[in-house]
Each structure stands twice: as C-alpha cells, then as structure tokens.
C-alpha cells in the first residue's frame, strides 16, 4: 500500500485506502509505522500526549476536576456523605472511588449496567488509593464511634482515547486536593452531627499517587500512554504507580507476554525509568492546584 502524497498533501484516494487498511489490518498498520520508529498519532514510542488538569468545575461538589489525557476526557466530583464507622474500626471513614465508561464516550461500551471493564478498573483504583495510603482514614473522623466521612469518587469517562486509567487516578487525585469538606461536630445530647460550610476545611491528602501506564506490543515495542487503537493490539499493559518522591508504590500487569519473556526485568526498569521522568511533568499538574 502506498500513501500517495503532491504538494498539497496526502490525496483523498491515499486517505481512504490508509482508513480502510488500519480498519481492515490494524495489527499490520500498526507494525507499518512502528518501523519507521512513529506511531499512527506521530508520536515516538516512548512519547506521551499532553496532560489538562482544571479542578473546580463542579459547583455542586464538595472537590471536582476534569483532566484530558490527549483525547481520553475524565470528569471527576467528589460527595462526602456522614455514616456510623465499622465497628472494628471506630475511628476510620471510608473512600469508594467509581469510574463510569458510558456508551457516549466510545462506541466500544454498551448501553445498560455497568461494564465489567469499568467494574474492574473502579476495583484498581480504591486498591492504589489503599496501597498509596493516599488519604489516612481516621482524618475522616467526627466523633469515634460516632460519626465519620464518607467520600464518595465519581469518575465518569466523557471521551474514551485509551489509557483511561492514568486519567481517571489523575482526576480523582486532582478532584481530593481540590476537596473541602464541611465543617462537622458531632451532639451527644441530640446524637446527631452538624455541618456548616461556612468554616469549610481543605481535605488533607498525606500522599499523592500517580500511575503511569505502558503497553507491550509483538513482545519488542513499549508504546507509553496506548491509545485506544493500540490497546486492543497490546500483548502486555503494565502500569507503574509512583507516590510523589518517585518511590514505586505497585506494579499493575494485564497480560502475561512480558513475563514470560527473556528480558522481563528490562522492561520493567524501562517502564520504572519512563515513569519516574514523566512524573516530573505529571507534579506541578497536580501539586499547584
């Protein structure tokens, strides 16, 4: 196949055949360019896309952001709800972080209940929120035994482009540090608690967790930051999370083409590497806010 090209450009008849190959042989459009050292977006392997972080654009929520990730759109609010701790833990509150794909973000999800896909990554992102101790649950106390928060993380993909769980930790992170909550106490007499927002107070996070999130494709290439094109195509997706000094917090895998390779161990200090030098870019998104 050639892509015919004049003065002005690729002609429209070289347009067409290269959208009906990457439709019909994506596997090889894909091999095609990695060749030539590019991607089918014109980036380098090792390049990511440009990253928009905006907090504050949910006026209804207690903390909000909106981070683009290229053309990956994830919108994120933040509802702090009062409830009675668990027994075994009176002093602990409690943090469910949600991500939502809906059918209007990418032709890919359905209409109806939840996907598993989105079930699956929701359960992701509360484990690196855990494992990060990203935010220390006994700051979410009212009154042991009593009372505590209840934080509730509601992502929602608006435009699906790949790589949605690097966007979706960014704005729930973006979305906490942008967080204050009520001003609360709790009655012993009425055994009941009281909010006001005129003393609001900021939420402390006592880490922040970034992820960054690398695809494995003919066992030879490592795409940082896969596209939804790429991500069908992957052998591997391996994705990294660092806490703010550069520390690995875990090491996500799906797939299992990269261990059962010779050079797993290099991949993986590559994957740690490329990570480590785009959280230097990732920082002041998240850290001026």
């Known amino acids: 196949m050639t892509f015919a090209e004049d003065s002005a450009g690729p002609s429209q008849t070289s347009i067409h055949e290269a959208s009906t190959y990457q439709r019909l042989h994506p596997r090889a ?33 207690e903390g909000s952001a909106l981070v683009r990730l290229g053309q990956t759109t994830v919108v994120c609010g933040v509802k702090a709800e009062i409830a009675e701790p668990a027994l075994d833990r009176a002093n602990h509150g409690f943090i469910a972080p949600n991500l939502d794909l809906p059918a209007l973000c990418s032709p890919k999800f359905k209409p109806g209940p939840p996907s598993e896909e989105s079930q699956i990554l929701s359960d992701r992102l509360n484990d690196i929120l855990i494992t990060s101790k990203a935010l220390d649950p006994t700051s979410l106390c009212i009154r042991p035994g009593k009372a505590v928060w209840t934080i509730y993380l509601d992502a929602i993909c608006i435009n699906y482009d790949g790589n949605v769980l690097d966007a979706a930790l960014l704005a729930m992170v973006a979305a906490l540090r942008n967080t204050r909550l009520p001003a609360a106490s709790y009655n012993e007499e009425t055994n009941k608690t009281t909010c006001t927002r005129q003393n609001s107070v900021p939420l402390q996070l006592r880490n922040t967790p970034y992820i960054c999130s690398f695809g494995l494709f003919d066992l030879t290439h490592l795409l940082s930051d896969p596209t939804s094109f790429e991500e069908p195509l992957l052998d591997t997706t391996i994705s990294i999370v660092l806490d703010q000094t550069g520390q690995v917090v875990s090491v996500l895998q799906e797939g299992l083409a990269a261990v059962a390779s010779e050079n797993s161990n290099q991949i993986l200090r590559r994957c740690i590497e490329f990570a480590k030098q785009r959280l230097i870019i990732l920082t002041p998104k998240i850290e001026q806010r």
Do not use: C, P
């Not at 091999?31 to 050292?37: D, N, Q, S, V």
């Not at 440009?50 to 949910?58: A, E, K, L, P």
């Open 29 to 61: 459009y894909l091999e095609k360019f990695l060749e030539e050292g590019i991607r089918t977006d014109g980036r380098k392997t090792s390049d990511w896309r440009d990253v928009q972080v905006i907090t504050g654009s949910i006026s209804t929520a």
